[in-house]
């Protein structure tokens, strides 16, 4: 695009009076008038060709790809030229609503026929960033004209939550099963997967020894076992419209996402394989279980794709489709909420499917705030029909959780602000008692 600049308009205005006074002094004259009109024109058109040329002139965008909620990160705009550079450039970015970019436009000097502008990134909230275009315009040799380019890059960049307090809290919580490449650590001795054989030892259980091996050598030979590994651990997160409700100030499906990068950071790192599957009305994401170095910067990006939602949450389809999706026995972690047994219903008839061939992690977050209305001192007769009411869903959370108990499910119930390390110090029990 090139179109007249500023200065083009206020010379070719200023011309207009002039070109009036004129034709009222000498009204033969008056094509004086349309001779400045065109010699503007004429500026005008000389600046765009003596210009830089549009399509010489390449715009590239950098950015990340993904970036933590707290914080900021630069997102560069380079513009280079290959004849006739300009003295200045400016640029500017449109952002969606879950960035904002800061400052509006910037300014750079070319030099060697580069430029190049950085702007700062901050996140608003949790999700799928984009950058949805990107400008950038330069004057001609008489900053007559301006020429812009433009760019529609749809880069996505994932919002996260902040990784580095996830791994830093993991190593915290889990340190000696948390070691970047010192040594490899088989855990030997718990677990069913045999390792190896050894000779019987003080303090070793007598029900390992081999005693066909132990006849062969002619000595007791016990079998030794380690942990196994290589478990399929799938996060099933609900992102229907409860899950969304904020709990003390946060929503808990941001709370549940922490916890499960807390606990998939654990479990990559313990050689187990760990996938995502998040759900409202419908299935939404289902990453299947992966595994590896690069697993984890993957997860951290697909969790920014599990959005907010208004929508009620449909167990029986998301459910069913997550067991015909699972080839073999895994851990299943659910992240879900429910306002009575009524809703919970449908819930329990299709976890008891689930858990007659997976094992079922449930977690459930404690609500702070229901409680404390429950327990607080009733002043007048609205507050005590608030306790009244409180105290009635909370029974329900509680016959909801006996009757999963009763199923064989496994349950986490602890405060939203320690839900994190509830999870892995379960998860972690889960493994030393070899359920997996």
């Known amino acids: 695009m090139i179109y007249p600049s500023s200065r083009a308009v206020v010379m070719m205005a200023a011309g207009a009076p002039l070109a009036l006074l004129i034709?009222?002094?000498?009204?033969?004259?008056w094509v004086?008038?349309?001779?400045?009109?065109a010699l503007v024109g004429a500026l005008c058109l000389a600046d765009a060709v003596l210009g830089s040329p549009r399509d010489r002139a390449d715009l590239v965008l950098e950015a990340p790809g993904a970036m933590p909620t707290a914080g900021v990160v630069p997102l560069s705009l380079k513009l280079s030229f290959e004849r006739?550079?300009?003295?200045q450039v400016e640029t500017a970015a449109q952002v969606n609503a879950r960035l904002t970019l800061t400052p509006d436009r910037s300014a750079a000097t070319v030099r060697e026929g580069e430029a190049e502008t950085v702007f700062e990134l901050a996140p608003v909230r949790r999700g799928e960033g984009e950058i949805e275009r990107i400008w950038a315009r330069w004057r001609g040799p008489f900053g007559l004209v301006w020429k812009q380019v433009s760019q529609a890059p749809k880069q996505l960049i994932s919002i996260t939550p902040?990784?580095?307090?996830?791994?830093?809290?993991?190593?915290?919580?889990?340190?000696?099963?948390?070691l970047f490449g010192i040594k490899a650590q088989l855990?030997?001795?718990?677990?069913?997967?045999f390792h190896a054989l050894r000779e019987l030892a003080a303090g070793m259980d007598r029900r390992t020894v081999d005693w066909k091996q132990s006849a062969r050598h002619g000595k007791l030979l016990a079998k030794e076992f380690r942990t196994e590994r290589n478990h399929p651990v799938i996060f099933a997160i609900d992102t229907g419209r409860l899950m969304c409700e904020p709990l003390l100030g946060v929503p808990r499906i941001d709370r549940a996402i922490n916890a499960a990068l807390l606990m998939a950071f654990v479990s990559l790192k313990l050689g187990d394989r760990v996938g995502f599957f998040g759900f409202d009305v419908q299935p939404r994401v289902f990453t299947g279980a992966i595994s590896g170095a690069h697993a984890f910067p993957l997860l951290q990006r697909i969790a920014a794709r599990l959005d907010y939602s208004t929508e009620e949450t449909n167990y029986t389809l998301a459910l069913t489709q997550l067991g015909a999706a699972l080839e073999r026995r895994s851990l299943i972690v659910v992240f879900t909420d429910f306002a009575d047994t009524t809703s919970a219903e449908l819930?329990?008839?299709?976890?008891?499917?689930l858990i007659r061939r997976h094992l079922i992690l449930f977690v459930i977050?404690?609500?702070?705030?229901?409680?404390?209305?429950?327990?607080?001192?009733?002043?007048?007769p609205e507050a005590v029909s608030r306790a009244v009411t409180a105290e009635a869903l909370l029974r329900e959370r509680d016959l909801?959780?006996?009757r999963l108990a009763r199923m064989g499910v496994h349950i986490v119930d602890a405060p939203s602000t320690s839900i994190g390390p509830a999870l892995l110090s379960a998860y972690i029990d889960l493994k030393r008692r070899d359920l997996l």
């Open 32 to 37: 004086a008038g349309a001779a400045w009109v």
């Open 187 to 193: 855990e030997t001795g718990e677990g069913s997967e």
């Open 365 to 380: 977050f404690r609500d702070e705030e229901l409680e404390a209305i429950a327990r607080r001192e009733p002043t007048d």
């Open 400 to 402: 909801v959780m006996a």
């Open 347 to 353: 819930m329990l008839e299709n976890v008891s499917r």
């Open 162 to 178: 902040n990784v580095a307090a996830v791994k830093d809290e993991a190593i915290r919580l889990f340190a000696r099963d948390a």
């Open 23 to 29: 034709g009222l002094i000498q009204p033969g004259w």
């Open 84 to 87: 006739r550079p300009p003295a």
